[in-house]
């Protein structure tokens, strides 16, 4: 511990001595689900380079991070990766080595271009206004879990670019399996591997539930590769499975069944949570804000149906302002550095360290750019000056950066929109009174997640007519009160 903390050559990299000298310390961020804020507090002591591990060094310098991710030969980093890895693999979505990941990542790309989404523009549209009726079905007389909504909405949506629109899988418990899976990836970057053998097969049965939600997720990749045997190829556009199944087949992968269910099951995976975070935690502050939502709803009637959404300015802002403040992929990218080393910053980082950055804090340590940059505020992107706007945008890194960016941020992004504004044309928003602003603290876990996963708001269909309460107040469409479903609760 005193050589790894006062004499390896990362020990000149800034930081704290603890973390320097034992991986303790960010096993016990990890464990709960805090270690973006923490090592983000770390920036702000020592500076934009930080060594947050005995292995691991954060960066956060704009020009450092692109520079280096731009970099075909760093491989993704093998810890973070593992603990993903679903069913029986060990590797899957975010493979490694970036030859290897590159033949995966092009389908992603191929299958998720603007035209590619206008094909699948009508089932989007058909799930959506699914989630939307089942949203109104309490008419606002309680409150409603939108995680488990927008999951449900984002796996019918993934499922048919994934494998076709003749796709047709019932959610199921997949909701409250991936829920599980997310909190399991924390356990895996925290506790010995053997303690999940045990734990699969003990009588503790949220734990053995937990742990086998990897083999849930295999099999629900599984049953996509079966559906995506009934995709009847079209000229007009290829599904993910179709282009993925041919370049694995090229590939040294020789079709292995296996293999491709359990790609398919990482695919479903990285295209639904993160997503189903970000917008939740959106939902959640236009709920706070109802200037906002009406605003939003005014901005929407220039648009007509879920079509042209992509220039309307508050949508986007919302969405942006979304991914700055709560990122759903906590550290947004780790690079191991390939022999011969690599200086960052003025620093020589030896071979074989863990390099990584986080979209969170590349805001978070700009106040000059972001003076409130801990509130949720797309009005900030809205401003008349482009050079303060295009500054701002290079702090920002969602899908992260260079190489290995996110390669479905199109179809996220498109996804998104149309959520947003099918939800904000048909309700009024409000926080139920369980959801607090503690039990929305962001945990890590698997990305950010709200401390309950879970996030109720009441939504209220817009034309519903205000009906007199109990206590004859005519305001009460938006409830906040059990009694008399009045927001002037007080009042009375
Ligand atoms: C708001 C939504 C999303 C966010 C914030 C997000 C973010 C990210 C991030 C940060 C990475 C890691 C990048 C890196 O290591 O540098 C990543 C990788 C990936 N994402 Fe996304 N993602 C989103 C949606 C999607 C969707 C919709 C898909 C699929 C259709 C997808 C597929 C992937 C894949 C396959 C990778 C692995 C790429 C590789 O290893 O080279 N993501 N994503």
């Not at 409150?143 to 449900?152: A, G, P």
């Not at 011969?340 to 980082?349: D, K, N």
């Amino acid at each position: 511990m005193l050589y790894r903390s006062q004499f390896h050559i990362l020990s000149k990299i800034p930081g704290p001595r603890f973390p320097a000298a034992t991986s303790l310390w960010i096993r016990w961020q990890r464990w709960h689900g805090r270690l973006s804020f923490e090592a983000d507090k770390l920036l702000s002591l020592y500076g934009p380079v930080v060594r947050i591990a005995p292995n691991l060094v954060l960066v956060n310098d704009v020009q450092s991070v692109q520079s280096l991710f731009a970099r075909q030969d760093l491989d993704t980093a093998p810890t973070a990766i593992r603990a993903l890895r679903i069913g029986g693999h060990d590797w899957t979505v975010t493979y490694p080595q970036n030859p290897v990941a590159r033949s995966r990542r092009r389908p992603v790309m191929v299958a998720t271009t603007n035209k590619a989404m206008r094909y699948w523009q009508s089932t989007f549209d058909k799930n959506i206004s699914q989630m939307v009726h089942d949203l109104g079905a309490t008419r606002g007389r309680s409150s409603e879990d939108i995680v488990y909504h927008l999951r449900v909405a984002t796996l019918l949506n993934s499922q048919a670019v994934m494998a076709g629109p003749q796709a047709n899988l019932e959610p199921g418990d997949f909701p409250h399996v991936v829920g599980e899976y997310n909190f399991l990836v924390v356990w895996r970057l925290c506790l010995p591997e053997w303690l999940f053998y045990w734990l699969k097969w003990s009588p503790f049965r949220h734990a053995a539930f937990r742990v086998q939600s990897s083999d849930r997720l295999f099999r629900l990749g599984k049953e996509i590769v079966d559906e995506a045997a009934n995709w009847a190829e079209d000229d007009a556009v290829s599904t993910v499975h179709e282009l993925l199944a041919k370049s694995m087949k090229a590939g040294r992968f020789e079709d292995d069944p296996t293999e491709i269910s359990a790609e398919m099951a990482g695919q479903i995976l990285a295209a639904t949570e993160t997503t189903s975070s970000a917008l939740a935690f959106i939902f959640y502050y236009l709920a706070r804000e109802p200037n906002l939502v009406d605003a939003l709803y005014d901005e929407l009637q220039s648009a007509e149906g879920l079509k042209d959404l992509e220039g309307l300015q508050l949508l986007n802002a919302c969405i942006t302002e979304g991914l700055r403040f709560r990122p759903p992929v906590a550290l947004t990218g780790s690079r191991v550095v390939p022999p011969g080393g690599l200086s960052i910053m003025g620093y020589f980082v030896p071979a074989g360290t863990v390099v990584t950055t986080q979209s969170l804090s590349l805001s978070r340590q700009r106040p000059d750019l972001f003076p409130n940059y801990d509130e949720y505020d797309p009005a900030r992107w809205l401003e008349d000056d482009d050079k303060l706007i295009s500054e701002r945008r290079r702090c920002l890194a969602p899908f992260g950066i260079g190489a290995r960016r996110c390669p479905g941020g199109n179809m996220a992004t498109f996804q998104m929109r149309m959520i947003l504004a099918a939800v904000v044309r048909e309700f009024h928003l409000s926080v139920a009174p369980e959801t607090t602003p503690l039990s929305m603290t962001p945990f890590e876990a698997n990305g950010f997640r709200s401390r309950l996963d879970a996030c109720r708001l009441v939504f209220t269909p817009r034309d519903l007519r205000p009906q007199p309460g109990p206590r004859g107040c005519e305001c009460g469409t938006v409830c906040d009160c059990v009694e008399c479903l009045c927001v002037h609760y007080d009042e009375h």
